[in-house]
Structures are given as C-alpha cells and as structure tokens.
C-alpha cells in the first residue's frame, strides 16, 4: 500500500474517533516526521495536561500557599420602612413602640439597625379554663381572679399585656361586656403596662367589646390594641379606633390578598398607618408553623422592598404552640416525647422565635417561662456587640 | 434579587434531544425537564446516546445551584448538606434539609450506649420517620492512638455518617485513615492548620470544614485549600450566642448566605455549619436550673440556624432518653421549614373510609387543613376505628382557625353532609364534631339534620371517646326524641 493510501485510511479511520492509542510500538529511523491536523495536535496536548494535572494530584507538587482573601461585600436593597407603632399608658408613663425596622430582623452588618426589640405581650384570659399542666401550673390558683391573674403576668416581665374577653361570646358564657369591661378597669389599676384588648372572635359581640372597652383605655389616656379587627368587622372596629385613639389589629389567615385588601380597607377607612399592626395567624411548631414563617416573611421582606401596602408592625398569638399535642399531651400520655414542663414552653418559644426570625414585632404568649426565654434572646440580639471573642473552639476537647 | 435566578425550562429543553425515548421514565422531554428542575430526576437518568457530552455539560451548568452541594458518608448512609438555591423559602423551596449531628467525645465513659441510641434515634410524625443525621465525634484526647481506635469502633458499630472532630491534624489523620472507605467530614481546618489538614483531605479525598469566627480569615482558609487540591469545604463562621453575641453569629451567617445564595459568590459557595454545642465551652451549668438554661439557648440556637437554613449544625443535647425533648423540637421544626411551600395547605374534601366501616359505624368531621386531616386520619388509623371521616371545605383552614375565622360554619358543614351523601352510608344520624368546634355543634344540629356529639379537643381521645362515650342507641333515641 502506498503511503498515501495509508494516510488516507488512518484519517478517514479518525474522522470517527477520539483517541488512538499505539501499543508495543517501534519506531525507528535517523529522521522522524509527523505531521498531523491542528485538531489531533489539540486533543494531544489536552490530554498530555489531563495527565500533568492527574500526576501533580497524586503527588502534590503543589505548595500549600495561604492566599489572603477578602469577604466580598454585601450590597444594601432594602430601601422600605416598617412604619412604628406606639403603646402608652397614662399620658407615656409606660411606652411601648414597635415596628420602625428597615433591615431584616437582628442584621447590623449593613451598617444600619432596627430601632426596636421585638416585645411580648403575656394573655390574661376573663375565665380560667382546661390548660395544659404547664401553664396551670402557674396560673391555677388565680384562674378566677383576673386582676390577680395580670399583676403576675406583668411580674414575669411582660412589656404588655392581653385581656382576652372569651366569656363574652355568647356561645360561650355570654357574659354580658359590662362585667369585662369592669374587670378591664380593675386590671388597668393593678398595672403599670400597656393592656391589648381581646376580643372572642364573636363578629357581633367584638365591636361592642372594643367600644365598652376603648373607652376605658381612653379615659385612662392609654393606647393599646384592639385585637382584633377581620373582613367582617373593620367596618364596625376602625372608627372606634378612631374615636378612641387606638391602634388596631388587622387580622387575617395566611392569604396574601386578604391582608392587602384588609389593610387597604382600613387605612381608606381612615386608620392611620402609625395605628396599624397586622397579623397574618401563627400557626404552630409541628402543625403548619412552615406557612407563617413564610407569611410573616414575605410581608417583612416586601414592606422592607419599599411595598407600602404590607409594612406594618406584625403580631403573633404564639399560645396557639399549646394546641400542638408535643407542648400539651402530659408525661404519662407521652412518656416518648419528654418532661412536658420542657418541651411544653419550648414548644412556645420555638414558634416566636421563628417568627422573629422572619420579621415579628409583638408576640403573644402565654406561658412565662417561652416568654421571658424569648425576650431575652431578643434582648441579646440587641445588645451592644462585643469585640473579643470567647473561645468556643474549646469545644471540641471538653471532657463533657 | 428577589427572583431566583433559575434555568429555564426552555433553555435545558433546547439542548435535549427531544426524542421522547421514555428512558429516564418520563413520558416526554419536557417532563424530565420539569423534573430535573425540582430534582426529581438526576442529569444522569438522561442516557449519554441521547445527551452528547458537551451539551450534558452545558446542562449541567445551567442547573448548577448557587450553593455547592456536599456529601459525606457512604453507601445508604449518605448526609448530603447545602446545594441550596433559594434565598428565601418561598421564593422556591429548599431542597436539603438541614443535617442534624449529635456530638460524643473519645473519652466519654458511656460511650458506645450513646452512638447506639444515636444511630437507632427515630421518632414518628405525620408519616414520616424523623431520624439524626450523623454523629460528630470529638477527641478530648488529644491523643491519636486513643482517637483512631475510639472512631473506628464506633464506625464499626453504627450506621450513620461521621464528622471527625479535632484541631490537631495528627489527630485527625490518625482516625481519617481508618475509616477513609466511610468518607468522615473533617472538622476543622483553621489559619493555623490548614495546611496540614487539607494535605490529609486531599490524600484520603475527605471533605474538610473550615472554621474561623473572621469571615476574611475563614474565605482565606477555604480559598487557600481550594487552591491546593481540596474540592468539597464547608464553612463555620462560629457559634456564640448571648448578649453582645448573637447578633454577630447570626450576621454572619446571613453574611455568608447573601454572597453565596443571593449574589452568587464563587468564594461564599459552600455549605455551612452551625455548632450550637460550642455553647457549652462557654456556659458552664452548675445547678439543675442552670443546665436547664443552657439547654434552651442551645436548642434555640439551632433553631435560629434551621430557620436561615444552615446545611448542618452538631448539638450537645440529646445523647439521653431525657434529653430528647431537644432533637424532638429540632426535628419537628425541620420537618416544617423544609417542606416545598408550592404543596398548598389545603387538602381535598371529601367523605373518607377508615379501616372497614358497617352501618352503624361513627362519622368524624374534620378540615381540609392539611395538617388537621392527615394526624386526624393517621390517629383514627392508630386507633383502629372503623368509621367514616368527612372532611370539610375549610378553605385549608384548621378548626380553631377556621371557627373563628367563619372558614367553618354550620352551612360549610350541612353542605357537605348534602353533598357527600354522608349519612347515605349508615343507618344512623350522629356526627361527631371536634371538640375545638364545640360552639357549632347547636347550629349544626339544626342546619345538617343530625344529631350531633361534640368529640375530643383533639383526635389522639378518640379511642378514649370511642371506649367511653360513644353510644349509638341513645344518640339515636335523643335525636328521634326531637
């Protein structure tokens, strides 16, 4: 064959491949030529450099060298406000404001901070009803001394406080309101915080309520909450806010759309937006938590985006853990789980925590121990940074 | 930056063949698109005749998250952290969940007891079988022959992952060369001993955690072993939590999340760890209440890490029985974050058949909340109560919630008892209500026709309720007697 037919069969051969591979092959002569196409010239070389770099691994040829890297910087694109929104008693005698944020809950590192600590408030129910041990625990013996009931709420540390009127739905107990609005009077003497009032859920009862209720506040200079106001009763809720000068819940139930219809609604209404805290529903750790977290967080993030329809102050009933059967079901009905007098709070405190996280101002608790936990994690994260540094890699030799 | 920057479908669907070959076990390209998307379906299931290597290349790209992913482990006992795109949750979903690691020392007197119960750790919820992810193992030690020989039997002894723990390369190495064919996470390279643990990473192809409480130093020491061979890192900017602290841990943490997961950054695109443990360097508990506190700010800690999605934190507490109330809050609250925010809340109404119902079977009611129905129904099921459970139109809704909310309402329940033919399946008219929609149970009586028995404040009474208060004749002669 001659030499150009070979050439021309092994080129047509490596049209069709990658690779050739020459194996137990003799060359031999005083003058060598090659000459090959640029594309085989290529893949020699790459393949040559696939080896280097495959031998340099093996044997590590090269030098472990510190390369000193900077952290690359973080751009600030929160230009929105959250609007803020005040508590006082007695002409600000006690003052309690939350909201006011422009980054994302607890960051400084975009050079600026939240100018208020998420804040707790502590129920106080108007009749005492079947809680888990827990919480009877603390509460048993002043079940039916409502006043007794909120001096020691405000004695665990509560910045506010929530009367919660149950008794007044007349499904119920269909406690005529006069009752609780005495006893809201009473309780506004024994203490020196703010007092949110609670309404049942009853959409007829819950204007009177705030009415009965406000008025009170009103005359005592105070301004807290009505808790609160839904698509059924903003009609009713908002201009006696405005008669009273009190803030308003706007509550809805994890829909995006009802919560900026609803605050839409209100502030058309009338409600001034430093009047205006919202409440999305907190679900519970174990039972839905997941569709809060991102309720709360959406709200936060758009409103901090600079959306006006969605920045305002946010509220949680985190007593709602309770109803999660890990914080009730007593040590006997579940021994598997743990000393309920543990998992029960943290239960609590978990889910305010993980609201916070996404962007909550005011949390409604119930049990003091979740409360006091959770306000000082709030407390720490707004403490002055420290600069020194403890040294936590000890961990890893503790003989514990 | 709110939007994910994601692949779209049309641009993976260009480079496929579109020969519909049905090989990876969808019906169409565009399926498996769709699936690789939510990983569901690996680039691999696509065979390499129907995928040239360029273009699978190209498609690789293209689905490359933000967030490297990173696994240790081996054979069924993988842990596989980070690989996450999403900066929020619901701005897509996040795919790994956060791996849970419990932490044991080589000196630690009732040690095989607690690998053993680590490993064997399980708890049960809404169907699904929660379990630890791995255990980290610490050499108090200091001492090689005594750390190798701990790790190697607890290697022999469990089935989870490992992370080596030690900042003493010697140490490390002794231990990482035993049990190499089990791929253990190193934990930790630091500006001082970079250098010689990522010579041990890079001989064994072990992952390697950096560590450094300076986010300048910690990307030095990760860029500087990647510069020299070691390819899967992780990053733990230090856990210090309390007054002056927490705030820094936490920034940096979102620090490192930003640059990764929001900008992209190649120097941030590890996962990170979170080591709630280390508190206990710090806080000392000497009295039952005290150890108590220290408990709650580990746990909580973790929490907070869970929520901003850190691909792995090691915890101190839960090595006991008595402990478990931490890992059992943990991973419930996993179990919630990393569900995919796309599954609507909401489930189908309907009327449902439990076990094998007669005519004279109980009817429950309950929402179509998701996470109402499901333990409802698996609470029924654990029971073993053959019944009938209606469940109602709540607008995805619980009970109480949707009481409240008026989701829930007499005509909601009458409609559905209409609707389903409910009591065309039994020769009785009782229903049995949740205790939580007590305040109904009058209007429900009057609007469904029925007689109505307001049920337990929560499903796990029912085989209580069933036992002790559930009497058909009388019901049905009270009702007859109206």
């Not at chain 2, 979903?93 to 009732?110: H, K």
């Not at chain 2, 040690?111 to 630890?132: A, Q, S």
């Amino acid at each position: 064959m001659s030499f150009e037919k070979i050439t021309e069969k092994l080129l047509k051969m490596l049209e069709e491949t990658d690779e050739v591979t020459l194996k137990d092959l003799e060359l031999m002569g005083e003058h060598l030529e090659f000459s090959v196409l640029p594309g085989i010239v290529k893949s020699v070389t790459q393949s040559t450099q696939q080896m280097i770099s495959q031998v340099s691994m093996q044997q590590q040829l090269k030098p472990a060298e510190w390369i000193e890297t900077k952290f690359p910087e973080i751009k600030n694109e929160y230009k929105g406000k959250i609007e803020e929104v005040t508590f006082y008693r007695n002409k600000n005698k006690s003052k309690v404001v939350i909201g006011g944020e422009t980054v994302p809950p607890f960051l400084s590192f975009f050079g600026e901070k939240n100018p208020h600590r998420p804040v707790v408030s502590l129920d106080v129910f108007d009749y005492g009803r079947s809680f888990p041990k827990p919480i009877k625990a603390i509460y048993k013996d002043v079940y039916d001394d409502t006043v007794a009931w909120a001096r020691r709420a405000e004695k665990f540390g509560a910045d506010l406080l929530t009367f919660h009127c149950l008794a007044t739905d007349p499904l119920l107990l269909n406690r005529p309101i006069k009752e609780d609005a005495a006893m809201y009077e009473k309780i506004l003497d024994a203490v020196k915080i703010p007092v949110i009032i609670g309404g049942s859920g009853n959409k007829t009862m819950d204007p009177q309520l705030y009415d009965a209720l406000g008025k009170i506040a009103a005359n005592d200079n105070t301004r807290t909450m009505f808790s609160s106001a839904d698509k059924e009763t903003w009609e009713q809720v908002i201009p006696l806010s405005l008669k009273y000068d009190q803030n308003v819940l706007l509550w809805t139930q994890l829909d995006i759309n009802d919560q900026i219809k609803l605050n839409k609604d209100a502030l058309d209404a009338g409600l001034p937006r430093n009047h205006t805290v919202i409440d999305p529903t907190c679900a519970t750790l174990g039972y839905g938590l997941e569709y809060s977290y991102s309720i709360y967080q959406r709200y936060r993030i758009s409103g901090l985006l600079g959306d006006k329809t969605l920045n305002f102050p946010t509220s949680a009933g985190t007593t709602n853990a309770w109803g999660a059967r890990e914080a009730w079901m007593s040590n006997k009905k579940a021994p598997q789980w743990g000393d309920i007098f543990k998992r029960g709070p943290l239960w609590e405190v978990t889910t305010a925590l993980a609201m916070a996280l996404c962007g909550l101002d005011l949390a409604m608790m119930f049990h003091p121990l979740a409360a006091q936990t959770f306000k000082n994690i709030c407390m720490d994260f707004f403490a002055e940074s420290k600069k020194v540094t403890p040294p936590i890699g000890e961990w890893v030799t503790m003989k514990i | 930056m709110e939007l994910v920057k994601r692949a779209s479908p049309l641009q993976i669907y260009k480079l496929l063949d579109r020969s519909n070959c049905k090989e990876c076990g969808r019906n169409t390209c565009m399926e498996f698109v769709t699936d690789l998307l939510e990983r569901r379906v690996k680039l691999e299931d696509c065979p390499p005749k129907h995928l040239p290597p360029k273009k699978r290349k190209q498609i690789e790209e293209l689905i490359k998250p933000p967030q490297l992913p990173l696994e240790f482990g081996a054979g069924k006992n993988l842990c596989r952290i980070g690989g996450e795109e999403a900066f929020h949750r619901h701005d897509l979903t996040f795919f790994n969940p956060t791996a849970i690691a419990v932490e044991v020392y080589d000196e630690m007197p009732n040690l095989m007891d607690v690998v053993k119960h680590l490993d064997e750790f399980v708890v049960f919820r809404i169907g699904e079988n929660l379990t630890l992810d791995a255990i980290a193992i610490r050499s108090s030690s200091n001492n090689p022959d005594m750390y190798a020989k701990t790790v190697k039997l607890v290697s022999d002894s469990v089935n989870l992952p490992l992370i080596l723990c030690s900042f003493n390369p010697e140490v490390l190495k002794s231990a990482a060369i035993k049990i190499k064919e089990k791929k253990p996470l190193l934990y930790a390279a630091t500006k001082e001993n970079w250098k010689d643990v990522g010579k041990c990473a890079i001989e064994l192809n072990l992952p390697v955690v950096c560590f450094s409480t300076d986010l300048d130093e910690l990307v030095s020491i990760a860029h500087s072993l990647e510069d020299m061979g070691v390819t899967e890192l992780a990053l733990d900017p230090g856990t210090i939590m309390g007054a002056g602290y927490s705030t820094e841990t936490l920034n940096r943490i979102m620090q490192i999340r930003y640059s990764s997961i929001r900008d992209g950054s190649e120097l941030t695109k590890h996962p990170t760890v979170g080591v709630p443990a280390s508190i206990w360097a710090i806080d000392n508990p000497t009295s039952e209440e005290e150890l108590f506190a220290v408990q709650y700010k580990e746990a909580l800690t973790a929490i907070m890490m869970l929520s901003v999605d850190v691909s792995l934190v090691i915890i101190h507490s839960g090595r006991t029985e008595e402990e478990v109330w931490v890992p059992l809050a943990l991973m419930t609250y996993r179990q919630n974050i990393f569900t995919d925010p796309r599954i609507y809340p909401r489930v189908d109404a309907g009327f449902f058949e439990i076990g094998s119902p007669s005519r004279n079977s109980p009817i429950f009611m309950t929402s179509n909340y998701r996470m109402t129905k499901i333990p409802v129904e698996q609470d029924i099921k654990d029971a073993h109560i053959d019944s009938y459970l209606l469940v109602v139109d709540t607008e995805g809704l619980g009970i109480e919630a949707g009481v409240a909310g008026g989701q829930l309402s007499s005509d909601k329940v009458a409609e559905a008892v209409n609707d389903f033919k409910v009591f065309d399946a039994v020769d009785h008219r009782v229903l049995v209500i949740p205790g939580m929609a007590a305040r109904l149970s009058g209007a429900i009586e009057d609007d469904a026709n029925c007689y109505v028995v307001v049920g337990p404040m929560d499903s796990s009474g029912l085989q209580k309720f069933m036992e002790k208060d559930w009497n058909l004749e009388q019901f049905m002669k009270e009702y007859n007697d109206r």
